[in-house]
């Protein structure tokens, strides 16, 4: 029986469907169950409009929550800028959210805008946008940015999953804007927080991940080799990290 339930937030156009495996490896690791939603504009709900400020996204997560009758609260795990919506969801909601986990996430005023999109991985996404790139394409472009492991056998279901599912380029670019506008507060959620990033993400510095620790007083662990799609590139190192984290406050209480 599954201890607890967590709730899994992809990023910048991806779906719950990029999760692959890891799903299955973090509820093993951890003995929960796993509920992975899909961000207006992405995956299931492609057809509907992104919202362009972080917090209305956070709003429809616990909107979300409420209408499946999921019970609060729930730990919460996510990526990219699904980090900034977990952690804006934790700050608007705190008796919702029970522990959060953000990888490779970012938020100013912490970093410059240079590290929290790299510039050449800005450019090159950028132009799938605006130039409207076939599925192939597209999501061999996003492995070759996010992956450092050369996981291409991902590759023919990321590609299906676009062609079923296609994020629009004005989806996109209203989820690209929220990313870039979202300014956290100096004082993070108060929940238990763990940060993890990866040291040579190509997509988001790590520094960005590091300053978030730091200034939130939150645990941080570092992948020495994985990139921006740490799940992908070492999805049993994210789960263990967390039972880590997780076991360690548990002997403490």
Not at 48 to 59: C, D, I, K, Y
Not at 116 to 142: C, F, H, Y
Request: net charge positive; with cysteine; aromatic share 6%.
């Amino acid at each position: 029986m599954a201890s607890s339930t967590w709730i899994f937030l992809r990023g910048l156009t991806r779906s719950s469907a990029h999760w692959g495996a890891f799903i299955a490896e973090f509820e093993a690791a951890n003995d929960v169950q796993v509920i992975a939603l899909d961000l207006p504009g992405n995956g299931m709900l492609w057809q509907q409009r992104s919202a362009t400020r972080v917090a209305q996204m956070a709003s429809q997560c616990q909107q979300e929550l409420t209408r499946r009758g999921i019970h609060a609260p729930v730990g919460v795990l996510a990526m990219s800028l699904g980090g900034m919506v977990a952690a804006q969801w934790a700050l608007q909601q705190p008796q919702s959210v029970r522990e959060l986990v953000l990888i490779n996430t970012s938020a100013r005023p912490f970093n410059p805008f240079w590290q929290r999109l790299r510039p050449l991985s800005g450019v090159r996404l950028m132009k799938l946008v605006l130039t409207g790139a076939a599925p192939q394409d597209w999501e061999r472009e996003i492995l070759h940015l996010t992956s450092n492991h050369a996981r291409h056998e991902v590759l023919q279901a990321w590609c299906e999953e676009r062609v079923q599912r296609p994020v629009s380029g004005l989806n996109a670019l209203r989820q690209l804007l929220a990313a870039a506008r979202y300014r956290a507060p100096k004082q993070g959620p108060r929940v238990p927080t763990l940060v993890l990033a990866a040291a040579h993400d190509r997509l988001v510095s790590a520094q960005c991940s590091e300053a978030l620790a730091q200034q939130w007083g939150a645990a941080l662990q570092v992948h020495p080799s994985a990139g921006h799609d740490l799940t992908l590139d070492d999805g049993p190192w994210v789960a263990a990290a967390v039972r880590y984290w997780r076991d360690g406050r548990a002997q403490q209480a």
